[in-house]
């Protein structure tokens, strides 16, 4: 059947208009089908469209991202520091002017770098990881003990930036640096503590060796430090029986608000006592009190925290003085200077009256000098309460706190008491003469004032002065003045007499020779004629004097100065020598096993024979030292000559550690002076590997010698030490290697030759180091062919002389 196809339906249009009465007809159109094409282009076109919208949106999000970036960049770049995990190392931002935070690990690991010694860290807040001080210190060179010296102060705050504090360890900035220099040694040892200290013309820092932290009530929101050193009284190394150490240090203060240091004050301390934080005053803050208190002499510092108008400086320490009046009230300055003179406890107890006549009220600064000198009468009081065994304590004790009554009972109890006191007031170097005279002003009538005031005087001018100045007073009364003339007799017993009339303790050094007989018109004695004769089990001791001190300077010998009046030469010498009140003088024998005997000889008479000065004494007889040249020779000195020296002894080896440079020089020094003595065979000089290797083991002594702050290196050679470098060890076992002396060569802090004992001369060898009584630098006790030599360095001839 032949396919029919169908005419499409024409549209409608106007002309094919349906007219009336014509049925409507519904035509359902057919739906168009689209291609594939078309549906993939329009799906691609909807995508352009949301990738636009996506694209757009992440653009906005990386402009603001880079806007605040840039923000934290320019304001705070250390909030920015992450991205340099992803930057390379050219690219690194820059953390505004603080260092990348480090590690306390790495942190230790640069100090090491610089030769620097990471300290125990201390906390600043409580949590201790949140910030710290850090301690940095130094090893001093050419030192024994309390080697590491501080040298600076820092303060490290823990990093809260997120790259960091996700860490396992905590990173830290250095947020605060504080170097640190001790107080000079001109301050430590001021003359106003110690009468005796002579002016120092070079004036070094001494090391600060610790770091504690104030705790209990400190002052301000802050955080206080005490950085401490201390010092041997006497010499700056380890002295035998010189009694306590002087303590000194500096108080540093750390400001949370300003994150800074501040070094607040020095201080020192001549009993070894630490700064502390107490309430001294009626104020709320506490005070700083530093104690110097010398023997029974009370003397507090008090410091009180005070603002200032500065910005990284906002406070103070300052102390509380007695130097001007807080306000004018003639009483009031009255008490002031009795104050001033030592009687704290008489000052106080008139400044409660004067305080209880103003009902009660005074001034915030004479209230403060008030608790000032109260701190000091407690004091004196607990002192004079005290039970003591000696009479010159007690009196000493009593005069401080104003007691003259109950001093003067001791004073009168006993002749032995008499002459211990007599003792005491002969070595008053004012402070009790100012303490009477200050009362005789306050009240010149007052009976037992004026006693204490006349003994002084007799016991330190004579007699005549005291009887003198008695008459000369208007209002003494007969019977006042008959009983201190009464007190002034009993200065005439002969044990008060004899301490009187000494004017310094016996201060000899010299050799002894035992001999069997003396002829009586030889030597002279202070009570002559007298027969000189021994008692039961003595012997006579015969003492050459190589040194003695005469109360002003040390004299050696040959004694050529030394010019005795042609009458009373012996009174002269028992003077010149002080040896009135102190006769005895100490014998010490050396044994063949090298131990020390002592044995206590009495000075009997005096000898000035030429320019060489000789004594006289008895004791008990020494052992013999059978002539052996060998064995050190007998010494002889009082009691008040001199103190050994002993500074702790190192190795070359461990020196070399300290001071390669100068080790190397001294070691040729050593081998050379070994070759001109023969010790060692001529020639080439071995390597310094080679004698390091033999040396290296012999024990030397750093301490300065010549006074310039500097250490020289003492290295003594024993003859065991010598014979085992030429032979082996096995082949010396058995011999005398005692044969030979001990030699010591001393060196200079700039590697020079000093002091030598290879000099060809055997029987010269240095015996010990000492220190001399009122004499700065320390000495060498030299033994000589003949005799002892104290020898002192000379700035002048650069030598010891």
Same mark, same amino acid.
């Given at each position: 059947?032949?396919?029919?196809?169908?005419?499409?339906?024409?549209?409608?249009?106007?002309?094919?208009?349906?007219?009336?009465?014509?049925?409507?007809?519904?035509?359902?159109?057919?739906?168009?089908?689209?291609? /594939?094409?078309?549906?993939?282009?329009?799906?691609?076109?909807?995508?352009? !469209?949301?990738?636009?919208?996506?694209?757009?949106?992440?653009?906005?999000?990386? #402009?603001?991202?880079?806007?605040?970036?840039?923000?934290?960049?320019?304001?705070?770049?250390?909030?920015?520091?992450?991205?340099?995990?992803?930057? @390379?190392?050219?690219?690194?931002?820059?953390?505004?002017?603080?260092?990348?935070?480090?590690?306390?690990?790495?942190?230790?690991?640069?100090?090491?770098?610089?030769?620097? #010694?990471?300290?125990?860290?201390?906390?600043?807040?409580?949590?201790?990881?949140?910030?710290?001080?850090? @301690?940095?210190?130094?090893?001093?060179?050419?030192?024994?003990?309390?080697?590491?010296?501080?040298?600076?102060?820092?303060?490290?705050?823990?990093?809260?930036?997120?790259?960091?504090?996700?860490?396992?360890?905590?990173?830290?900035?250095?947020?605060?640096?504080?170097?640190?220099?001790?107080?000079?040694?001109?301050?430590?040892? %001021?003359?106003?503590?110690?009468?005796?200290?002579?002016?120092?013309?070079?004036?070094?820092?001494? @090391?600060?060796?610790?770091?504690?932290?104030?705790?209990?009530?400190?002052?301000?929101?802050?955080?206080?430090?005490?950085?401490?050193?201390?010092?041997?009284?006497?010499?700056?190394?380890?002295?035998?029986?010189?009694?306590?150490?002087?303590?000194?240090?500096?108080?540093?203060?750390?400001?949370?608000?300003?994150?800074?240091?501040?070094?607040?004050?020095?201080?020192?301390?001549?009993?070894?006592?630490?700064?502390?934080?107490?309430?001294?005053?009626?104020?709320?803050?506490?005070?700083?009190?530093?104690?110097?208190?010398?023997?029974?002499?009370?003397?507090?510092?008090?410091?009180?925290?005070?603002?200032?108008?500065?910005?990284?400086?906002?406070?103070?320490?300052?102390?509380?003085?007695?130097?001007?009046?807080?306000?004018?009230?003639?009483?009031?300055?009255?008490?002031?200077?009795?104050?001033?003179?030592?009687?704290?406890?008489?000052?106080?107890?008139?400044?409660?009256?004067?305080?209880?006549?103003?009902?009660?009220?005074?001034?915030?600064?004479?209230?403060?000098?008030?608790?000032?000198?109260?701190?000091?009468?407690?004091?004196?009081?607990?002192?004079?309460?005290?039970?003591?065994?000696?009479?010159?304590?007690?009196?000493?004790?009593?005069?401080?706190?104003?007691?003259?009554?109950?001093?003067?009972?001791?004073?009168?109890?006993?002749?032995?008491?008499?002459?211990?006191?007599?003792?005491?007031?002969?070595?008053?170097?004012?402070?009790?003469?100012?303490?009477?005279?200050?009362?005789?002003?306050?009240?010149?009538? /007052?009976?037992?004032?004026?006693?204490?005031?006349?003994?002084?005087?007799?016991?330190?001018?004579?007699?005549?002065?005291?009887?003198?100045?008695?008459?000369?007073?208007?209002?003494?009364?007969?019977?006042?003045?008959?009983?201190?003339?009464?007190?002034?007799?009993?200065?005439?017993?002969?044990?008060?007499?004899?301490?009187?009339? %000494?004017?310094?303790?016996?201060?000899?050094?010299?050799?002894?020779?035992?001999?069997?007989?003396?002829?009586?018109?030889?030597?002279?004695?202070?009570?002559?004629?007298?027969?000189?004769?021994?008692?039961?089990?003595?012997?006579?001791?015969?003492?050459?004097?190589?040194?003695?001190?005469?109360?002003?300077?040390?004299?050696?010998?040959?004694?050529?100065?030394?010019?005795?009046?042609?009458?009373?030469?012996?009174?002269?010498?028992?003077?010149?020598?002080?040896?009135?009140?102190?006769?005895?003088?100490?014998?010490?024998?050396?044994?063949?096993?090298?131990?020390?005997?002592?044995?206590?000889?009495? #000075?009997?008479?005096?000898?000035?024979?030429?320019?060489?000065?000789?004594?006289?004494?008895?004791?008990?007889?020494?052992?013999?030292?059978?002539?052996?040249?060998?064995?050190?020779? @007998?010494?002889?000195?009082?009691?008040?000559?001199?103190?050994?020296?002993?500074?702790?002894?190192?190795?070359?080896?461990?020196?070399?550690?300290?001071?390669?440079?100068?080790?190397?020089?001294?070691?040729?020094?050593?081998?050379?002076?070994?070759?001109?003595?023969?010790?060692?065979?001529?020639?080439?000089?071995?390597?310094?590997?080679?004698?390091?290797?033999?040396?290296?083991?012999?024990?030397?002594?750093?301490?300065?010698?010549?006074?310039?702050?500097?250490?020289?290196?003492?290295?003594?050679?024993?003859?065991?030490?010598?014979?085992?470098?030429?032979?082996? !060890?096995?082949?010396?076992?058995?011999?005398?290697?005692?044969?030979?002396?001990?030699?010591?060569?001393?060196?200079?802090?700039?590697?020079?030759?000093?002091?030598?004992?290879?000099?060809?001369?055997?029987?010269?060898?240095?015996?010990?180091?000492?220190?001399?009584?009122?004499?700065?630098?320390?000495?060498?006790?030299?033994?000589?062919?003949?005799?002892?030599?104290?020898?002192?360095?000379?700035?002048?001839?650069?030598?010891?002389?």
């Amino acid at each position: 059947m032949a396919n029919r196809s169908r005419k499409p339906t024409p549209k409608a249009s106007k002309q094919n208009k349906p007219h009336a009465g014509m049925v409507k007809r519904v035509v359902k159109k057919p739906q168009k089908k689209l291609k /594939r094409g078309s549906w993939l282009s329009s799906m691609l076109a909807m995508s352009t !469209t949301g990738c636009a919208y996506a694209i757009l949106f992440s653009s906005a999000s990386l #402009i603001m991202a880079f806007a605040w970036i840039s923000v934290l960049f320019i304001f705070n770049p250390d909030q920015v520091s992450w991205l340099n995990k992803i930057l @390379p190392a050219w690219a690194q931002i820059p953390l505004g002017n603080h260092e990348r935070p480090q590690t306390l690990k790495q942190i230790q690991l640069d100090l090491s770098k610089k030769n620097q #010694i990471f300290g125990e860290t201390l906390p600043l807040h409580q949590n201790a990881e949140d910030s710290l001080l850090l @301690p940095v210190f130094q090893q001093r060179p050419n030192c024994q003990s309390d080697c590491e010296e501080l040298v600076e102060l820092r303060v490290y705050e823990r990093s809260e930036e997120l790259e960091f504090k996700s860490q396992s360890e905590s990173y830290y900035y250095l947020v605060a640096q504080l170097p640190v220099t001790g107080p000079d040694e001109s301050f430590i040892i %001021s003359p106003s503590f110690d009468g005796t200290s002579e002016p120092q013309d070079i004036s070094i820092p001494l @090391p600060l060796t610790e770091v504690q932290r104030f705790e209990g009530g400190t002052p301000l929101l802050g955080v206080w430090f005490n950085l401490r050193g201390q010092r041997q009284q006497g010499t700056d190394a380890f002295v035998a029986d010189v009694g306590a150490a002087i303590a000194y240090g500096q108080v540093v203060y750390y400001n949370p608000e300003r994150t800074n240091l501040l070094q607040m004050l020095s201080w020192t301390s001549p009993n070894g006592q630490l700064p502390k934080w107490q309430q001294v005053t009626g104020d709320s803050t506490k005070e700083l009190v530093v104690d110097q208190t010398i023997g029974l002499e009370p003397h507090l510092q008090v410091y009180q925290v005070k603002p200032l108008k500065l910005f990284l400086k906002p406070i103070q320490l300052e102390a509380i003085t007695l130097q001007s009046s807080a306000f004018k009230d003639s009483a009031y300055q009255n008490a002031l200077s009795i104050a001033r003179s030592g009687l704290w406890t008489p000052a106080f107890e008139w400044l409660k009256f004067i305080k209880k006549q103003r009902k009660g009220v005074l001034p915030e600064a004479a209230q403060a000098q008030m608790d000032l000198i109260r701190l000091h009468s407690q004091l004196t009081k607990t002192q004079a309460q005290k039970n003591w065994a000696s009479p010159s304590q007690e009196v000493l004790a009593n005069l401080i706190d104003g007691r003259w009554e109950k001093a003067l009972q001791v004073f009168e109890a006993s002749p032995h008491n008499v002459q211990e006191i007599v003792t005491l007031l002969k070595a008053d170097e004012k402070r009790l003469w100012n303490r009477t005279a200050a009362a005789l002003r306050v009240n010149p009538n /007052r009976r037992e004032v004026q006693a204490w005031f006349a003994l002084i005087l007799a016991v330190q001018q004579g007699e005549g002065h005291a009887n003198s100045w008695l008459k000369a007073q208007p209002k003494i009364t007969k019977d006042n003045l008959a009983y201190i003339q009464d007190l002034l007799a009993r200065l005439n017993n002969e044990g008060a007499k004899s301490q009187i009339f %000494s004017t310094h303790p016996s201060q000899i050094v010299g050799t002894v020779q035992p001999i069997t007989q003396v002829t009586n018109t030889e030597w002279l004695q202070p009570n002559s004629p007298v027969d000189l004769k021994l008692t039961d089990n003595q012997v006579w001791y015969q003492i050459e004097v190589s040194a003695f001190h005469n109360g002003k300077s040390w004299l050696n010998f040959p004694f050529e100065n030394l010019n005795p009046p042609k009458t009373d030469a012996a009174k002269f010498f028992w003077k010149t020598l002080g040896i009135t009140s102190d006769p005895e003088i100490q014998v010490v024998v050396w044994l063949p096993n090298g131990e020390q005997q002592i044995t206590i000889a009495a #000075i009997k008479a005096v000898q000035l024979q030429g320019k060489v000065l000789r004594l006289l004494a008895a004791g008990p007889k020494i052992p013999e030292n059978q002539n052996d040249v060998l064995q050190p020779k @007998p010494l002889a000195l009082t009691n008040a000559a001199l103190e050994w020296v002993q500074p702790f002894p190192i190795t070359l080896q461990q020196l070399h550690q300290q001071n390669p440079q100068g080790v190397k020089v001294i070691l040729s020094s050593v081998w050379q002076s070994l070759q001109q003595s023969d010790e060692v065979p001529g020639g080439a000089i071995p390597s310094f590997e080679q004698m390091q290797e033999k040396l290296g083991d012999w024990p030397v002594q750093v301490i300065d010698l010549t006074n310039n702050a500097q250490p020289e290196i003492i290295l003594t050679i024993s003859a065991g030490a010598i014979a085992s470098l030429n032979q082996p !060890t096995s082949e010396i076992q058995g011999k005398n290697t005692e044969q030979r002396r001990d030699r010591t060569i001393i060196f200079s802090d700039r590697n020079e030759v000093i002091y030598n004992d290879f000099t060809g001369n055997d029987l010269q060898k240095l015996s010990a180091i000492a220190k001399l009584s009122g004499v700065q630098s320390l000495a060498l006790l030299v033994e000589n062919a003949h005799n002892y030599s104290l020898r002192r360095w000379s700035e002048k001839n650069q030598r010891f002389e």
